[in-house]
């Protein structure tokens, strides 16, 4: 999916920090839990989850959960990336359009607790989802992603702001292109096919049904998703 596309892009950011710091870290074997307990919490800062514990939660092993979490401490000192940063390494990925409000949604998506900062645990288990999550998982991702309001459904102005972001996210390089087929026209399509009960709005049981049963609805939300 291309949803599962921006995390997975971010990932690989914090992956490509910590190989440019690998010169000044040439004699260190790798985080383990004695550097997670170790962390220097005078600054309020963050302290994360055991590596075992995270091994268990997500579907990363431990060396992958060391590669991330030496990027994401680089990145994110404090332990916790805010708004403003993710947006940031988003930004890196899209240069030929506005990447601001789609950051935002998926910077919402991972937030969990809505307090306003992502942890190590709530971005590690958002890319598990997203890079190595079955299809249901996945789909029951990008449905959050589009609830906007999390009240449990998707009306079309809540898809329209989605689609909207993308759209300007990835500019002429979108496929289709922008030119080809507005947002409104794409979602007045696609709305039509996943509103089984035409009541005006998708709930997660009619996405799933119609994702699942639909090619040309699953082949679309490479242009609906995130691009992680």
């Known amino acids: ?19 440019k710091k690998k010169g000044a870290e040439e004699g260190e074997q790798g985080v383990d ?5 170790d962390m220097d919490l005078s600054a309020a800062r963050y302290k994360p989850e055991g590596l075992d514990e995270l091994c268990k939660t997500t579907k990363f092993n431990k060396q992958e959960l060391q590669v991330m979490y030496r990027g994401f401490k680089a990145e994110c000192p404090t332990g916790v990336v805010n708004e403003e940063t993710f947006k940031s390494i988003y930004s890196q990925f899209f240069p030929h359009g506005d990447s601001s409000q789609y950051a935002h949604y998926v910077f919402n998506s991972f937030d969990t607790d809505h307090n306003g900062s992502i942890t190590f645990e709530e971005f ?28 449990g459904s998707i009306t079309k102005e809540e898809m329209l702001d989605i689609v909207t972001s993308i759209y300007d996210m990835m500019g002429k390089y979108s496929q289709p292109s922008v030119d080809e087929l507005s947002p409104k026209d794409h979602v007045d399509k696609v709305f039509r096919k996943l509103d089984l009960n035409r009541d005006g709005v998708v709930t997660i049981d009619e996405f799933l049904e119609s994702c699942r049963q639909d090619e040309t609805i699953s082949l679309s939300m490479q242009v609906f998703d995130t691009i992680l």
């Open 33 to 37: 839990d004695n550097e997670l307990e």
């Open 1 to 19: 999916m291309a949803a599962a596309a921006a995390a997975t892009q971010v990932g690989a950011a914090l992956k490509k920090n910590k190989k």
């Open 124 to 151: 590690i288990s958002g890319l598990s989802i997203l890079s190595r999550g079955t299809v249901v998982e996945k789909l029951n991702w990008a449905f959050m992603l589009y609830d906007i309001n999390g009240d």
